[in-house]
């Protein structure tokens, strides 16, 4: 069955970098895409952005363009998400989630707590 | 962007009930609306894709419909399991964009 799993969570201090972690099995790693989106505690989502494992072509929110970084390896059928210069209100969970241009997201991974604090 | 305004954003319901939530789009978005379900400390679930398909394995009490702009999910025969925030999410166009939630309460 399709399984998204990605890293455990991440403490990290104002103005650092945190990498998060999703590893896809059970289906064709490179037939869908990746899309990244986080949610704040207690508020919605917000979506962060996007990538094809297969042509490596990404899309960024404007929110975080210039300090995101999404990334694939294909051997391991793996995404990352790199985020630097980290603020305070970057406190959130991170989910991945596979997705398709008809059918949107699919499959969830189980999220990924990244708290932000001095 | 898009904007996606969804309502109620609570309600409280009853066992055996029927409910809908509405999701609106500021702009047309050609049907490609999503639903999704989430329960406190989980992952979102997706119900709905399309506007009104169901995805595999998901109970047909959920359903989907509306074009252009204007959206509803409907959910029959409410059981306790089914307490949770619904959201609405656009995939028509960048930057993905979602409704701000509907929490319902058995």
């Known amino acids: 069955q399709v399984q998204l799993m990605q890293s455990g969570g991440e403490v990290k201090r104002p103005g650092a970098s945190v990498r998060v972690s999703c590893k896809a099995s059970?289906?064709?790693?490179?037939?869908?895409?990746i899309t990244w989106v986080r949610q704040a505690p207690g508020e919605g989502f917000e979506w962060m952005g996007w990538?094809?494992?297969?042509?490596?072509?990404?899309n960024y929110a404007q929110s975080v363009q210039g300090r995101l970084t999404l990334t694939t390896d294909r051997s391991t059928t793996t995404a990352y998400l790199e985020l630097r210069s980290l603020r305070s209100d970057d406190t959130a969970t991170y989910f991945c989630a596979r997705e398709s241009p008809q059918d949107g997201a699919t499959h969830w991974g189980q999220g990924t707590l990244v708290t932000v604090s001095s | 962007d898009i904007q996606m305004t969804q309502s109620p954003s609570s309600l409280s319901a009853s066992v055996g009930d029927r409910v809908t939530i509405t999701c609106r789009a500021s702009l047309v978005i050609n049907n490609y609306l999503a639903w999704f379900q989430q329960k406190p400390g989980k992952a979102p679930k997706s119900l709905i894709y399309?506007?009104?398909n169901l995805h595999s394995g998901v109970p047909s009490k959920f359903s989907g419909s509306g074009s252009g702009t204007d959206f509803t999910l409907t959910i029959s025969n409410l059981q306790p399991e089914d307490s949770a925030t619904y959201y609405c999410?656009?995939?028509?166009?960048?930057?993905?964009?979602f409704g701000g939630g509907t929490t319902v309460e058995i």
């Open positions: 059970g289906y064709s790693f490179t037939n869908y895409g």
């Open positions: 399309a506007a009104s």
């Open positions: 999410q656009q995939y028509n166009s960048y930057p993905l964009t």
């Open positions: 990538i094809s494992p297969y042509t490596t072509n990404t």
